[in-house]
């Protein structure tokens, strides 16, 4: 091989091939390393977009450096370099990290420590060629941290489904063979992050800024049956049920389990609506468990028992 002279060009290793929707097999797949300098964030991963709606303010650097292990990867990979190459497109001039953004930005960081020392002014990148749509970088992200074994969180799966589904229009029946689901569960995760969608626009975007660890209140929503036709029925429903998880009704996502007894006693349902939002709850379990003794015989011996 002709050595490479002009530094901004990636400089080839060899090729892995691999099979992506759409595309006629083998696709192949460039490694190589690409200028620390020149690769970009890509601002559509799950993780780094739901970190954006939350803190609009704050860099994507800082974004992702705020996660708990990145300072673990720094020190890693200052010690050891990129052990996983990162996937990357070219787009322009640059290189857009389309699998890889934390390690890009601890590489940019260690670059910038470290100006003069040559191991962190290349980073190991897998790089996808010209014709690799959205629909094939999606499913490739899925294959990697819904079902594989790097996971992402369970709100950044429902959060990537979510994006397949309604953006991409890819078919269940292909997610079904990508990410080893069951149709039903695909499903049920794609309408949990619609819901905390909605949860972060409604009423003129009030509990936008508490979005943070919700989606799992709309997880236990949808496991409940009852509750589940209510949010097919009405948008009032779910309207409702985000009101509740704004004010702090509910006091954890596993609270949501105990609310159709709630629900279902009128005075305890009034207890729970209306009094103070942080005691709410746990007034409407006590005067719902008292409401349940009196009407059920035998409740007493039973529940003491």
């Given at each position: 091989m002709t050595k490479n002279t002009n530094t901004d060009q990636p400089q080839a290793v060899l090729f892995e091939e691999i099979s992506l929707r759409g595309a006629p097999p083998p696709l192949k797949i460039l490694?190589?390393?690409?200028?620390?300098?020149?690769?970009?964030?890509?601002?559509?991963?799950?993780?780094?977009?739901?970190?954006?709606?939350?803190?609009?303010?704050?860099?994507?650097?800082?974004?992702?450096?705020?996660?708990?292990?990145?300072?673990?990867?720094?020190?890693?990979?200052?010690?050891?370099?990129?052990?996983?190459?990162?996937?990357?497109?070219?787009?322009?001039?640059?290189?857009?990290?389309?699998?890889?953004?934390?390690?890009?930005?601890?590489?940019?960081?260690?670059?910038?420590?470290?100006?003069?020392?040559?191991?962190?002014?290349?980073?190991?990148?897998?790089?996808?060629?010209?014709?690799?749509?959205?629909?094939?970088?999606?499913?490739?992200?899925?294959?990697?941290?819904?079902?594989?074994?790097?996971?992402w969180e369970a709100h950044e799966k429902a959060g990537h489904i979510y994006e397949m589904l309604e953006t991409l229009h890819i078919p269940v029946s292909e997610l079904v063979a990508t990410l080893h689901m069951g149709a039903p569960a695909i499903k049920k995760a794609a309408e949990s992050y619609k819901l905390l969608e909605h949860f972060k626009r409604i009423d003129g975007g009030t509990y936008a800024a508490q979005a943070e660890g919700k989606w799992s209140f709309f997880s236990e929503m949808l496991k409940i049956k009852e509750f589940n036709e209510r949010h097919q029925k009405s948008q009032d429903w779910d309207d409702q049920f985000c009101r509740?998880?704004?004010?702090?009704?509910?006091?954890?996502?596993?609270?949501?389990?105990?609310?159709?007894?709630?629900?279902?006693?009128?005075?305890?349902?009034?207890?729970?609506?209306?009094?103070?939002?942080?005691?709410a709850f746990e007034k409407a379990s006590r005067k719902s468990i008292a409401l349940t003794r009196r009407v059920t015989p035998g409740f007493i011996n039973t529940w003491r028992s």
């Open positions: 490694h190589t390393k690409v200028p620390t300098e020149k690769v970009r964030f890509d601002t559509s991963n799950p993780r780094l977009r739901y970190k954006k709606t939350l803190f609009p303010d704050k860099t994507d650097k800082e974004l992702l450096f705020a996660e708990h292990d990145t300072p673990w990867l720094l020190k890693d990979i200052e010690a050891n370099g990129v052990l996983d190459p990162i996937y990357a497109r070219a787009e322009n001039s640059f290189y857009i990290a389309v699998e890889g953004n934390r390690r890009t930005a601890v590489m940019q960081e260690l670059q910038a420590r470290h100006p003069d020392n040559s191991a962190f002014a290349y980073i190991p990148a897998r790089i996808l060629p010209q014709q690799t749509t959205d629909e094939q970088e999606a499913l490739l992200m899925a294959s990697f941290h819904v079902a594989g074994k790097v996971k509740w998880v704004g004010e702090g009704r509910l006091p954890r996502a596993e609270a949501v389990r105990d609310l159709p007894l709630i629900l279902k006693k009128v005075r305890a349902r009034s207890v729970f609506e209306n009094e103070p939002a942080d005691s």
